[in-house]
């Protein structure tokens, strides 16, 4: 079964850097889009990026050119690489394979 674990999470100042992986610990190798999610205190959950097998990639609209998905599928891992940090980017960050999500890393920026 597909098994995600992510980490890399942490706390950093406002306009840092953080980068994340989610690593497929399971048997099962997935070909499925990856994604990442993420909840804020308070919020729903909401969609950040998404990286299918042949690499295309979509973001949330509050991205906007700050976060860039990528993956290593002979690793099965998947990365987001958050740039130009905000305090509302404070959340837990959450990854995807169709069902499957992971346990969560937390990010907290300060301002």
């Known amino acids: 079964q597909v098994q995600l674990v992510e980490s890399g999470g942490g706390v950093v100042q406002a306009g840092g850097s953080l980068r994340l992986s989610c690593a497929n610990v399971?048997?099962?190798?997935?070909?499925?889009?990856m994604h990442w999610f993420r909840q804020r205190p308070g919020k729903e959950r909401e969609f950040v990026a998404r990286i299918t097998w042949t690499g295309e990639t979509t973001y949330g609209d509050f991205v906007k050119g700050r976060f860039t998905i990528s993956k290593d599928y002979a690793k099965s891992t998947a990365y987001l690489q958050m740039n130009s940090l905000k305090p509302e980017d404070t959340a837990v960050y959450y990854c995807n394979i169709k069902q499957t999500w992971g346990q969560g890393t937390q990010v907290t920026v300060s301002s």
């Open positions: 399971g048997r099962t190798f997935s070909m499925d889009a």
